[in-house]
């Protein structure tokens, strides 16, 4: 299988290239030449099989340059070396609250406590098997944009792997403290995390106008110094999450909660719009999936495109006690475009007019496909709050503030519709990331507790085991300290790299 952009037919490459590549020469991100087709029966394969062998099975159907054994040493490197909180038969564990209407796919059982490490802490070794493979001999370095968790999962997934630095960029002020406190203190020889004065969305531009300045990645290439990228424009990102729709399904059909061939809908918490595309990649490759749920908070953009067709970037920005979500360019629907119409000149018109003005409109007809598919709402700080609430009284479950938006998006798409269609909530956090919401909601107070005490009282409200991870941050040493204006990009860049030599 070959790769090629979105927005035009430059020269295909291999996965093993384009994961390199991270994003596509002229702007685009990469996509396969085409989705495997599987239905039932590669479903059915799943069924008893641990999560890093159904890993394989998935990822074999994409990454096909790569061999078996290469694919094999891949994924456990990734998910067998003690970071995970988890068993092995509960890396991406579907949990059945007591009392409550859905099931919910949990994905924070990782290093970092975000359903980010389960692509990021494959990617890295992803990419050093694609350095053998292809025989780059460059410094690749990934550049990160985050909004608080793919930050911290990349930093901790790339941490001192040979050949490959990595420098991540986050909004000051834009994250939690517990997310601050993981990237701040990140180790590694190879590794720097800088705050920008401004939001993720200037991040993101940011390290976006890096990749497409020819100028400065010649300069770099000079150097031995290649880019790439760990956010979910990598197909590398992209391609793991697909696995835990797929494990998901697989755990429900052994649990007896659905019947095989059954159809399931899943509210996905979203931003940069890739947790959920991982989710209609299942779908076209034949996972039983009805609807899929687009959950957002008030940065509201998505809700308003997927239902009327119009995306506008151009509204006010909104700090919200789900900052992941907290994003107003959502990267990975291009590829979603792509899919809908098989129209790369439409696809890179539409991303244009959105450079240019902030905003485009698709036709009827690619709305009405979309439509098909997506359903979409968004929930309010106060909303969010309540929801928690409610399933702590209700089921004694403990939500974080991105999962609650999931299942209020959830009960909302249920009322709205009557669709009794059997609703996975995927939750993609830890609530000990969100400490004093998620306290607040719950009705105990938070008034002169730092993060680390509000950690112990969580546990104490909840039962919830704090993360290995999280409880360590109260002794470490803050490593990462630089900031600087969003036009101060690549000069953090040059010096970093300096630092690398």
Known sequence: MYYSSTRGDAE??????????????????????????????????????????????VLSKFLTDYTEQELKDCVNRAYNRGNFDAAAEKRAEVKLPEDAPFPVLELWHGPTSAFKDMALQLLPQLMSTALRKTGVKDRVLILVATSGDTGKAALEGFRDVPQISILVFYPEGGVSRIQYLQMATQEGGNVNATAIRGNFDDAQSGVKEIFSDKAFNEKLAADGIRLSSANSINWGRLVPQIVYYFSAYADLVEKGRIKMGDAVNFSVPTGNFGDILAAYYAKCMGLPVHKLICASNANNVLTEFLTTGTYDRNRPFYKTITPSMDILISSNLERLLYHMTGDKARVKGWMDELARTGRYSVDPETLAKIRDAFAASWTGDDQTKATIHDVFARSHYVLDTHSAVAWHAAEAYREETGDETMTIVVSTASPYKFNASVLDAVGAGTEGLDEFAMQDKLHEVSGLAIPRGLSSLRTKEIRQKDVVDSAEMREAVTAFMKKQD
Do not use: C, H, N, W
Request: proline share 7%.
């Open 12 to 57: 295909k490459k291999t996965s093993a290239e384009a994961i390199l590549e991270g994003l596509a020469a002229d702007g685009g991100l990469f996509v396969p030449s085409e989705i495997p087709q599987l239905g039932l029966p590669f479903v059915e394969s799943m069924l008893g099989l641990s999560y890093e062998e159904r890993a394989e099975k």
